[in-house]
């Protein structure tokens, strides 16, 4: 069995995630277009006819902006819960109604060869979600908006394999920075977003050598940098005396090109 993760795009511009075995794909999330979405699969020798769905977290456009073209032209159906779906609908769009597929918060459904959990999120959009994914033995974790980890999603993230996870601004960069106090303050809340100090704290507290892969995403793109997430990262590591061991990986994922193939399962 192979398993493969790209990330095709992450950040407040757009963000949409592929998870593939030798027979199909799923995409999390589907923030920016269609046929973005098509070039970049193609850049990774994917067949969008390999995609057997799209799982979503929340109704923000910059996970959503995809989802009509790919349900409306493609027919590819679109996973996420019944309050989300109420919060995304509207006479407005014109997303396939026949491709609407209403999951459960934590419990598990089976796509693609997946076991896919839901799990809910602290972020201020209605019912913001994140996934927790088996493959065989390998575990992957996805929770890319979000204020503050809480004790409900925290289990799903310390048990993955393979952590995808937002580390979405500098504190000082966004406190210095041009943005009125209010988004300020929207971002620092604990249903904003997670800052480079709290990502790596949280990282910190729960290394162990199950986890193989950490990614770091949705970066802001005024707010952040590569260098600022990862020179927080290892000071954090650092000071705690922590030193990863040669099979663990840490990457930055790209705001607008796919990042290079994570191979879980060669």
Not at 6 to 17: A, I, T, V
Not at 67 to 78: D, K, M, Q, S
Not at 195 to 222: E, R, V
Request: hydrophobic share 40%.
């Amino acid at each position: 069995m192979k398993l493969n993760f790209c990330s095709l795009s992450s950040g407040s511009s757009g963000n949409c995630y592929y998870l593939g075995n030798e027979f199909h794909g799923i995409l999390i999330d589907a923030g920016i277009s269609a046929k973005s979405i098509n070039k970049f699969l193609k850049s990774i020798d994917v067949s969008m006819q390999s995609i057997m769905g799209v799982l979503i977290t929340h109704n923000h456009s910059d996970h959503t902006r995809g989802l009509e073209v790919l349900t409306r032209r493609g027919r590819l159906p679109a996973f996420t819960t019944g309050e989300i779906w109420k919060s995304i609908l509207n006479p407005q769009n014109r997303i396939s109604r026949d491709c609407i597929r209403e999951i459960p918060i934590q419990q598990k459904f089976h796509l693609a060869g997946f076991d896919i959990e839901a799990f809910p999120v602290c972020h201020d959009a209605p019912a913001t979600i994140g996934f927790h994914i088996t493959a065989g033995n390998k575990k992957i974790t996805i929770a890319t908006d979000l204020g503050h980890i809480c004790q409900t999603a925290a289990p799903y993230i310390k048990a993955a394999n393979l952590l995808i996870i937002e580390s979405n601004y500098d504190e000082d960069m966004l406190v210095n920075g041009s943005y009125p106090h209010f988004l300020k303050a929207r971002i620092q809340s604990d249903h904003g977003h997670l800052g480079n100090q709290q990502t790596s704290a949280f990282l910190a507290d729960i290394i162990n050598d199950n986890l193989s892969h950490i990614c770091l995403a949705h970066l802001s793109i005024n707010n952040n940098t590569p260098e600022k997430v990862l020179q927080t990262l290892h000071q954090t590591f650092s000071e705690r005396g922590i030193i990863l061991n040669d099979q663990q990986q840490i990457s930055i994922l790209n705001r607008n090109v796919p990042t290079d193939m994570i191979r879980l399962i060669e």
